[in-house]
């Protein structure tokens, strides 16, 4: 017997109710942690950009805001009108990964406006004590330029890397782990910020320039050494994220994405060991290419854990979530 039209709307107001009440619980702490983290890093901006005499480039901000509005929009005609949970969920992750990827860029360079005295020999004689010899291996790299090459494309990865994770755990339906991938990743740029707003550095490719200079078939440079003086002189005031680098040193953001790279890729079978190898490149690639010292690496590293920690103490996996409701016995 087919329900009347009655019993039929009455079905149809229960599913909406439904819908509305799981979403909150489903995306409710996840959502709120990410959108915090968003909002301390604009705050962070909107106060540290007028104490270091830097503006940001109004164009940047509204293009950001616009994608943005556009981008959750969509997540909620998705969510509400057209129920498409992994359209929703991609729709909605990528305005946040957006924000924190321009928000993040954007904090680096008032945090490297400081007249704070710079690391670079610091970190070169911990380098050193360690038994890291940069210039030795830059000249071992200058003598497999092919090899030179793989490591150059490796290191550009960070940026598609990042696409397809979001879009990999999206079609794997890992919401969960996609939640904790860009929370760690927030959690991180914060982190980082902070470090290297009192260790501020130029790089160890600058600090050893000479030896640099004498292997120009790697064609290395870091342009990022121009902003970073320029911005410790007062010379650059204006910002834009249209021609900016990544200016930090300490710790390696490298580094930081590759481990958060590799545990997310750890939840797609088939790109588990791909994942692997192109993150373990991109880490390989991050001294010399980068131009980094070996004690950014090791730091990024603690940076990138103690990130990962946080987000699934605030977004607890399902193993954690079970630990937690079993209770002790004796």
């Known amino acids: 017997m087919s329900p009347t039209p009655a019993a039929a709307i009455a079905d149809a107001v229960d599913a909406v109710r ?14 709120l942690a990410i959108w915090a983290t968003v909002a301390t890093l604009a705050l962070l ?15 940047d901000i509204a293009l950001n805001a616009a994608l943005s509005t556009v981008l959750l929009a969509g997540a909620a005609f998705y969510t509400w009108v057209r129920p498409d949970e992994r359209i929703a969920r991609l729709l909605h992750a990528a305005p946040q990964f957006v924000l924190m990827t321009f928000l993040g860029g954007a904090l680096s360079y008032s945090a490297m406006a400081t007249t704070l005295p710079l690391w670079d020999a610091t970190f070169d004689a911990m380098d050193k004590a360690l038994g890291f010899d940069w210039p030795a291996l830059l000249a071992w790299t200058g003598r497999h330029p092919d090899l030179a090459l793989i490591l150059k494309l490796a290191y550009a ?39 290297c707003a009192v260790t501020p550095s130029l790089c160890a490719g600058y600090f050893y320039r000479d030896a ?27 910002v834009s994220m249209a021609t900016a680098e990544g200016i930090v040193t300490m710790p390696s953001f490298h580094t930081v994405s590759a481990i ?11 790109l588990r060991w791909p994942g692997l190898v192109l993150n373990v490149a991109m880490l390989a690639a991050t001294p010399i290419v980068g131009g980094h010292y070996l004690v950014d690496l090791i730091v990024g590293l603690a940076v990138a854990l103690a990130a990962r920690w946080l987000a699934v103490r605030v977004i607890p996996t399902a193993a954690e979530e079970a630990m937690r409701h079993v209770r002790p016995t004796g």
Not at 260 to 270: D, G, P, R
């Open 18 to 31: 439904t819908d509305w009440r799981a979403v909150p619980r489903a995306m409710g702490r996840p959502a």
């Open 45 to 59: 901006v909107a106060v540290t950009f007028p104490l270091a005499g830097l503006t940001l480039s109004p164009r």
């Open 157 to 195: 990865s960070m940026l598609p890397q990042m696409a397809v994770v979001i879009v990999a755990l999206v079609t794997m339906r890992a919401f969960g782990e996609l939640d904790r991938f860009i929370l760690a990743f927030g959690l991180a740029a914060l982190m980082t910020m902070a470090i």
């Open 212 to 238: 640099v200079a004498a292997q120009p078939h790697l064609g290395l440079t870091w342009n990022s050494v121009a902003h970073v003086l320029a911005l410790r002189s007062g010379e650059m005031t204006f």
């Open 260 to 270: 958060l790279f590799l545990i997310a890729f750890w939840h797609v079978n088939w």
